[in-house]
């Protein structure tokens, strides 16, 4: 029997496979959250509240990202931009090495094919979806100060304007899910999903499975189903669901789709990543985005990428 398999039956009491199976999901109230807890996590005694402040308070997925600044790697880039009939009016395919060294990075391309009006005529990006993907994996040239410390996860906008001030809002929200994000017209608190004074607006709920053969906890956090329309405008972050390394906690991968609307800046989008771990590093193996955004002063577009990350080491 696989580890997590038994550390399952270890938890229910080695309960038979008939008894487990009458077994129900029990839904509790936690400071005015609704949460739904499988049997197996009622049979561990699981502490509800402590166990949501510490996904609330999670750095191991903000890690992950600052990680790939101080790591050799190579990533194959597929970035599909699509008209407003849904097919492909310029793509980028390309094989890339990031060197770092001493506290600075730089990439090479190694291949690199593209259709449609990906570029400009002057070699700069066509689509502001491109500009946010160059911007997470891509640096022409070589920049230096590079550190995968966090003690800046609260990032700050001073000083960025235009749109390079929204491509920071929206790797907030990449980053950092749940916490608030400066400087969005009219979005407040609505990205606090942890908030007690958003408890009305999300169900919650615990497992315990196997993600890739490990034990993991699974938290998930999703619109109540049938919350009014006009409740729905207080929601950004629609749905979130993420895996935890039972033993230590950290994010083993990440589904989570937003979406917001105030008229100069809107976003429809989903996001999946998958978490690694090369010695001590955790990294993100695959990200996958699929989804609209625009400012007015862009237009909207839709876009869908996809970077899978591979071959690292450490200087």
Known sequence: MNNWKILVSML???FPMGLFAQLKDT???DQGRQ???SPVVIRSGTNVPGFIKRVENDTTFYKAFKNLRVLNYSSLNDV???DRKGKVEASLFSKTRQWA???CRVTKVIEEKTTGDFYKAGGDYNYYTAELYASLFFSKD????QSN????INVTLRGRKGLDKHKEQLKMLFFNPGKDIPGIPLMGEKVKVFDKAHSDLYDFSIDIQEYKGKPAYLFVLKIKEGLAFYKKDDVVIDEMTTW???NSFEVMARNYSMSYNAGVYRFNVSMQVEIEKMGQYLYPKIIRYDGNWGVLIKGKERGLFTATIYDLDVN
Not at 142 to 145: A, N, P, Q, S
Not at 149 to 152: E, S, T
Request: hydrophobic share 40%; with cysteine; proline share 0%.
């Open 12 to 14: 229910l009491g080695w």
């Open 27 to 29: 839904t509790i109230n």
């Open 35 to 37: 949460v739904t807890l």
């Open 80 to 82: 599909r931009m699509f």
């Open 101 to 103: 060294s001493r506290s």
């Open 142 to 145: 070589t920049v230096c100060g």
């Open 149 to 152: 410390v966090i003690k800046d």
């Open 244 to 246: 935890f390394n039972y």
